[in-house]
């Protein structure tokens, strides 16, 4: 109290006293009373240490209950229990029309989960793959203006040129010509999608284009293939005492025989591989021909291809010299999009076509052999 009676007789002497005088007296009372200060002080932060141990000492006394008492829960049982306990109330509170959930807590896994789980989607639809090589890829391509494309084929004539025997006439030979027609026609086909399937698909856009050209190219390769069996050469090659390799050499040899350029053999990919496993003889171990080659995964006969091709006939081939046959275009291939054709407007579609006026012609027949690699 001596301290604080002090500090009162201080502030009223300090009264419109200057601010150096105020600094003197102040340091002047510091100096005489701080053993008094320091006292005081430490009194208050004792006071103070001792009510946070107090503190402190009621804190770690109910923590160790807290701990005993979820021991003593979790030895008497199941969760089932636990949330009965802590339900109590609720439980005491149930009559007829009034009815309480409990809920036991437990491991969560992917059932606590209502829905679907987020998702990382790939636009890119894996489809069904395209055919090897198309009729196309081989032949050459005329584009007409109208309908019918006409080709001239020479056919045989009469006479001959001879040696002239002296006073004698000249022998007179004379050419006949064969016009052929070859009307193109429309290859197409569409597909119908709503509106709303577009805009939910976001690969739809992509997707449509890209496998209408691939089943359009199936379909112009098996409307060819029809095409170049109808016209071509039969094969007669016996397969008998032959093997693929040596039936393919025949072919190839009687072509060159009537001045046909052979520049591509087309079969299916079963032949082509049943080649590649070709036996010396029964037993012998594999070995083909010296001419026969396979570089960069390109089977050769003598610098000649074998492609691979789906869309030929099992066990079937064709030997040919390709530039002898054409592709005849009136309308070259078109895909189109359309909301407004049929009904699509009212009811919100789009249609989705691709066509194109096309013909093959085969112009010289002898130029292309279709063979059978089981005739007997």
Same mark, same amino acid.
């Given at each position: ?17 200057? #601010? /150096?005088?105020?600094?003197?007296a102040?340091?002047a009372? /510091?100096?005489?009373? #701080? ?31 807290l ?5 003593? $829960?979790l ?19 149930v ?13 969560? =896994? ?47 004539? $009469? =006479? ?6 002296? %006073? ?13 027609d ?18 939910n ?20 390769? &098996? ?12 094969? @007669? ?6 093997? #693929? ?13 009537? !001045?046909?350029?052979?520049? &591509? ?5 079963? !032949? ?5 496993? @070709?036996?010396?003889? +029964? ?26 091709? +789906? ?20 309308? %070259? ?29 085969? /112009? ?6 279709? =063979?059978?690699? @089981?005739?007997?």
């Amino acid at each position: 109290m001596e301290l604080k009676e002090q500090l009162e007789a201080l502030t009223v002497k300090l009264e419109g006293k200057s #601010k /150096e005088e105020v600094k003197t007296a102040i340091e002047a009372f /510091e100096t005489k009373n #701080k053993e008094s200060i320091d006292l005081a002080v430490k009194a208050v932060q004792d006071e103070m240490q001792t009510k946070l141990d107090a503190i402190q000492a009621h804190a770690d006394k109910l923590d160790v209950k807290l701990q005993e008492k979820s021991k003593k $829960e979790l030895s008497k049982g199941d969760a089932i229990k636990a949330a009965i306990t802590e339900n109590i109330d609720k439980i005491k509170s149930v009559k007829k029309g009034a009815a309480v959930e409990i809920k036991a807590v437990g491991d969560m =896994g992917t059932a606590n989960l209502t829905g679907d789980a987020p998702r990382d989607y790939n636009f890119d639809v894996v489809t069904f793959p395209n055919q090897k090589v198309n009729v196309s890829d081989l032949v050459g391509n005329v584009m007409i203006e109208g309908g019918t494309y006409t080709f001239t084929r020479e056919v045989v004539g $009469e =006479g001959s040129i001879s040696t002239q025997t002296e %006073g004698s006439s000249k022998t007179q030979i004379d050419y006949d010509f064969l016009n052929v027609d070859v009307s193109t026609d429309f290859l197409a086909g569409f597909a119908r999608y709503s509106k709303k399937m577009k805009n939910n698909l976001p690969y739809l856009e992509s997707f449509v284009p890209k496998v209408l050209r691939r089943d359009y190219a199936k379909a112009e390769n &098996a409307n060819f293939n029809a095409r170049l069996i109808a016209e071509a050469t039969a094969s @007669t090659e016996i397969i008998t005492g032959q093997n #693929k390799v040596e039936m393919l050499i025949a072919e190839i040899a009687k072509l060159d025989g009537l !001045d046909r350029d052979v520049n &591509a053999i087309v079969m299916t990919p079963a !032949d082509y591989w049943d080649i590649l496993v @070709t036996e010396k003889s +029964t037993g012998a171990g594999y070995g083909l021909p010296g001419i026969v080659s396979l570089d960069g995964g390109v089977l050769r006969i003598n610098g000649i291809p074998l492609l691979k091709a +789906t869309w030929v006939t099992a066990n079937k081939y064709f030997v040919a010299d390709w530039s002898r046959i054409n592709k005849i275009t009136t309308e %070259g291939l078109s895909l189109d999009f359309s909301e407004e054709e049929g009904t699509n407007f009212v009811k919100n579609q789009i249609t989705a076509r691709i066509e194109a006026q096309v013909a093959l012609a085969v /112009e010289d027949k002898l130029s292309i052999v279709y =063979g059978d690699f @089981t005739a007997v």
